[in-house]
């Protein structure tokens, strides 16, 4: 009998086995039983050289094996619902009672799924996202197991009107169908389908905007291993495409990504080990034994690296004051609106619900009054630009982005108002 699965502060728990969303990067190694995959078809159709792989990939560090039997490659030939359980039963029966992390089953039909979690899975990776099979929803609930939900279109299906709003209202359908069968949504992980209709400048697309995914509130899973974008990239065979695979890794994380689905985990794990130390530092712990020379939590969180922060918008803030360089801003006050953006990493606050790990909106309120209504300025560029320097002295902001508005300046002419914004960052201080 498998360890059940529970939602736990950030998280899930499967067992003892915690998954907490931010703390680090968690890797899901690969296991294909299948003739025709396209990376390693063949190698692995024998159920003791598969427990043998599943083994060493969870010995050098995999928290999860993902087992599948159907090739999902372009040109694949689809396989029936009892040959895919004819693979997948010897191994799965070799696999539970012998691994300490969760299997995966990859399947996008609702009865291997039920099999699977019957003989020891513990989850379901469905690359249908819960929309090819009505049915696969409900095993999931009923069963109470996390399911990762894929945006796919199908292979040759490369012409998109809209691609990111594609992704996202897919991936959206998915969450509602989980929600609609009675699946907790803490038990839905969503990924975008890199490699999956889509062309090697959409698959490039989707690395660059991951952080989008952040809108669905889901933990993010990215499967890029040895695909034929970096091929493209490279201009190198399925066997040499580790370098590719470990430049897309560690460039997901600083967006947010939280699982990797990967072939090659032993140099994958160090990948991510790096990458983590540097963008989810606050969790960071050096191992027993060596002294950590990455900066211990300052209180205020940056988890979500540089790439995508979280922001706190604050609109509207007015004053009455004398900038200007016409004479009758100097003789008469006038009204000054203030917008800005804070950009710094929330989780952690939100996680403990505790003000000190965020930005006090009075501190900040009471910082910009005191430039606004401080010494005379000819120029809103230097109001705005005052500001932010001083919000990103004061407070530990990734970015700030302040806007000054003078919506009444006497100006010859007919305007709705004047404004300046300026973008700032730590390395402009
Ligand atoms: N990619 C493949 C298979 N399953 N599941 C998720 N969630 N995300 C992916 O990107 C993904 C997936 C294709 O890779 P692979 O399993 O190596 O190949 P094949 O489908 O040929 O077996």
Redesign the pocket.
Known sequence: MSARWRVVPGGLAWGERRFVWGERTYVMG?L?V?P??????GLYLDPERALEHALAMEEAGADII?V?A????PG?VPVPAEEEVRRLLPVLRRLAPRLRVPISV?TYKAEVARVALAEGAAMI?D?GGLQKDPAMAAVAAEAGVPV?V?HCRPHGHVHYDDFWGDVLGFLRRSLELAEAAGLPPEYVIV?P????GKTAEHNLDLLRGLHRLRVLGRPV???????STLGRVLNLPVSERLEGTAATVALAIPHGVDIV?V?DVAPIVRVVRMADAIVRHPHWEAPAGVPSRVPQPSGLGTAAGPAAPDTIQLRGLRFRARHGVLPEEHRREQVFVVDLDLGLSVREAARADDLSLTVDYSEVFRRVERIITGPHRQLIETLADSVARDLLAAFPLEFVRVRVAKPEAPLPGAFDQVAVEVWRSRGDL
């Open positions: 690969i294909n299948t025709d995959s396209f990376s390693d078809g993902d599948g159907e090739s999902t490659r694949a990859d990776n690359v990762v894929m990924d389908g890199f490699g999956f899973l990215l499967g890029t291993s040895r695909k689905r072939h």
